[in-house]
């Protein structure tokens, strides 16, 4: 694994029509009352870019730094801000381990959904924290796993949890990164830590097939399905049941899916 580890997700189409999906409002929204115009901000791990150029409109004249891993969904970022006329961000790729900017760069330095995939979450807060402004803010927001409900439970459904938690630690992940972001932010030297949580809940039917379609979809197309079967975490017939689990899921009139998130705001 390299140092910044191993993306087990990938950029599928069925990965990236959940990251798309996100804005300010439904993944950041613990962050909104930071955003003042003018702020500069690092959006770390910004992926398709649809969270970093609703930052950018938050804060102009502020500038956004977005960052990533991939060069290639650096491009489709740029090409989200472009589309909406958005010009004051710029796009680096970036190791969130060893961030190439100077101390006491940002007024905010935002990570959505990365914690959970890097080598070590610790490091990562703490290079957050050095290039963050005195008097600024670091916010990260993830996802925990082990806190995920979901109803009805169809036959092959319940395989899909067990099978990436093995994917992901494989790769040096922690699915369960949510509840660990206040732990993390304190052992990284953070001692003003606020923490809080909130909810993504998808229960009508164009949210369950499009749900069921980015999860079961990814299990079975993305890199993740890669992983696993790689990892001998799982075989193309298990993922196959595990699809047809998720796709019966949707299909319930009853079906209901909520993620638990953790968040944290920070202060140097």
Request: aromatic share 10%.
């Amino acid at each position: 694994m390299s140092a910044q580890g191993t993306y087990t997700h990938g950029f599928h189409k069925s990965v990236l029509s959940s990251h798309t999906w996100r804005t300010v409002e439904n993944s950041a929204a613990y962050l909104i009352e930071h955003l003042s115009a003018g702020a500069s901000v690092l959006d770390i791990g910004c992926g398709p870019g649809t969270i970093t150029a609703d930052l950018a409109e938050r804060v102009a004249p502020g500038r956004v730094t977005a960052v990533d891993a991939s060069g290639e969904v650096l491009e489709q970022a740029a090409r989200e801000a472009a589309g909406r006329g958005v010009d004051t961000v710029d796009f680096f790729v970036e190791d969130v381990h060893a961030l190439s900017f100077a101390d006491d760069t940002f007024d905010i330095v935002h990570a959505h959904q990365v914690l959970q995939h890097v080598a070590d979450p610790v490091q990562a807060l703490r290079e957050m924290r050095r290039v963050c402004k005195p008097g600024g803010v670091v916010a990260a927001r993830d996802a925990d796993f082990g806190g995920f409900i979901w109803h009805p439970s169809p036959p092959g459904m319940d395989e899909w949890m067990p099978i990436y938690y093995k994917t992901a630690r494989g790769n040096g992940g922690e699915p369960d990164a949510g509840r660990r972001l206040m732990s993390w932010a304190r052992e990284a030297g953070f001692a003003d830590v606020t923490a809080t949580a909130s909810v993504w809940c998808y229960s009508t039917p164009e949210e369950r097939e499009w749900w069921s379609e980015s999860w079961g979809g990814r299990l079975l197309h993305s890199s993740v399905a890669h992983h696993a079967i790689a990892g001998g975490h799982a075989t193309r017939d298990d993922l196959q049941r595990v699809y047809t689990g998720w796709k019966a899921w949707a299909a319930a009139e009853d079906g209901w899916f909520a993620v638990p998130h953790g968040e944290i705001i920070c202060r140097p």
